[in-house]
């Protein structure tokens, strides 16, 4: 029996009047599982055919809403629906009392993301995690739904900053139900657990009111403000760039999130060297067995990584404390080493991993980082977790937002010592 908060009854239960229902809050509030079930128990009544969900990429949209740890459409559905794909693109298929089903899923995170969409005519549709979504693809979602018989949109969202374009050229405009959820709407987390995250967020003004409060504010003290997207995020590796070695890094645990990440090292015409992200692997810990999770690095992302670049890594570079990680990959062929997590390095005043962070901190402003969008395996963790990775009122590196991050450094700490320093 599924337990819900009264929070997350009324939502999924509420009459459906207005043009936009948000959702936004804390992490962990328990919002996406409501929305997942608000938006099925629209498609129970509606008149119309084709839906979408859209997300950073499709399969962020899947994970989110469709898969859904366990919770998602694939199991409300269960018996009556299965995954299908025709000319316009992959949907879940429903066969439903009030008419067939086409819930289309769609990645939403660049520019031209609204082009696998023109031509569509949709009766509603799920925004997951608005705020890292394309504006040019949000609005062209909005177009799609004008003919619609029973017209209808949802989103869901962390609290973005203040100052977040999607506040006024979205909600602000469109007629929006906008509802505020906090880490105590949600009926499975524990007081203790609670109270364990209170305290995290307590170290950071910036943490407590995001994370805990669930309300908008401007990040302080983030680690890596230098980076900038318009500048170190691309599409590809330029063209100019000769790749000169292929390697991984990683960080992961039994409940914490686990990241992979692909590095080419290339060198420009002027003999110069860069770094670029190429792919990342990522998955929020949890549910899959370390086992598993292996499996998919080994038979299916590493694999990837090779085929596109035509290249073979040279060494595999993971959390010497993920043992479990290690010895799960080297069972599957893949002999990995102990990352270098900086923990005996001394840079003047800077100690352990601070020298670490000062080194990718220099690769950035240095132009000699990047991180490549893979349509695959992009940089949608990436991104969340370097606008979020911040320091406390002492200067110390907070223990959140940095499973990618841990892995970029271990990364750059490879290509920093043997091809900059």
């Known amino acids: 029996m599924i337990q819900f908060s009264e929070k997350q009854a009324e939502w999924i239960t509420a009459p459906y ?8 809050g804390s992490p962990r509030s328990g919002k996406t599982f409501a929305n997942i079930a608000r938006f099925a128990l629209h498609k129970i009544t509606s008149r119309d055919t084709n839906h979408l969900i859209v997300g950073y990429s499709q399969e962020q949209a899947y994970r989110l809403a469709v898969e859904g740890d366990g919770f ?4 409300i559905f269960d018996g009556r629906c299965s995954m299908r794909h025709d000319d316009n693109g992959d949907y879940l298929f429903v066969d439903l009392p009030s008419g067939e089903k086409k819930i289309y899923i769609k990645g939403g995170g660049k520019a031209d993301s609204k082009k696998a969409i023109t031509g569509l005519s949709l009766g509603s549709v799920y925004f ?4 890292l979504l394309h504006p040019e693809m949000v609005q062209e979602c909005f177009r799609r739904t004008f003919a619609a018989r ?3 949109h949802i989103a869901d ?5 203040p100052q977040h374009p999607v506040i006024k050229d979205v909600f ?3 007629n929006t ?8 709407d949600n009926p499975i987390i524990s007081e203790e657990r609670k109270e364990e995250i209170r305290q995290t967020c307590l170290k950071n003004p910036y943490l407590y009111k995001r994370d805990w409060l669930g309300e908008r504010a401007i990040p302080e003290g983030v680690i890596y403000s230098m980076f900038d997207p318009a500048k170190h995020l691309l599409e590809a590796i330029p063209e100019d760039i000769l790749p000169v070695e292929m390697f991984f890094s990683g960080d992961g645990g039994l409940t914490d999130a686990t990241s992979i990440n692909c590095w080419i090292i290339g060198r420009t015409k002027e003999r110069r060297m860069q770094l670029y992200k190429v792919a990342n692997w990522y998955y929020d810990g949890g549910q899959k067995a370390m086992s598993t999770q292996a499996r998919e690095i080994a038979a299916t992302f590493a694999p990837y990584c090779r085929e596109k670049y035509r290249m073979h890594e040279t060494t595999w570079k993971i959390d010497p404390a993920c043992k479990a990680l290690r010895k799960e990959l080297e069972l599957l062929g893949i002999w990995t080493e102990g990352a270098d997590n900086n923990a005996h390095d001394i840079k003047g ?4 991993i601070k020298v670490g962070i000062e080194y990718l901190q220099s690769a950035i402003q240095d132009g000699r980082f990047f991180v490549i969008d893979d349509p695959r395996y992009g940089a949608e963790h990436f991104l969340r977790e370097i606008g979020m990775y911040c320091v406390d009122q002492h200067g110390n590196p907070i223990d959140a937002y940095n499973h990618d991050m841990d892995a970029c450094r271990y990364g750059n700490n490879y290509f920093y010592k043997n091809f900059v320093l």
Do not use: M, Y
Not at 72 to 75: A, K, P, S
Not at 128 to 131: A, M, S
Not at 177 to 184: E, F, P, Q, V
Not at 349 to 352: I, L, N, P, T, V
């Open 128 to 131: 997951c995690e608005i705020d």
């Open 349 to 352: 005043s800077s100690k352990g």
């Open 17 to 24: 009047r207005f043009t936009l229902d948000v959702a936004e």
């Open 157 to 161: 969202l962390n609290p973005p900053a």
């Open 72 to 75: 998602g459409l694939l199991h």
């Open 172 to 174: 602000e405009v469109q």
């Open 177 to 184: 139900n906008w509802s505020h959820w906090t880490i105590h």
């Open 150 to 152: 029973d017209r209808w």
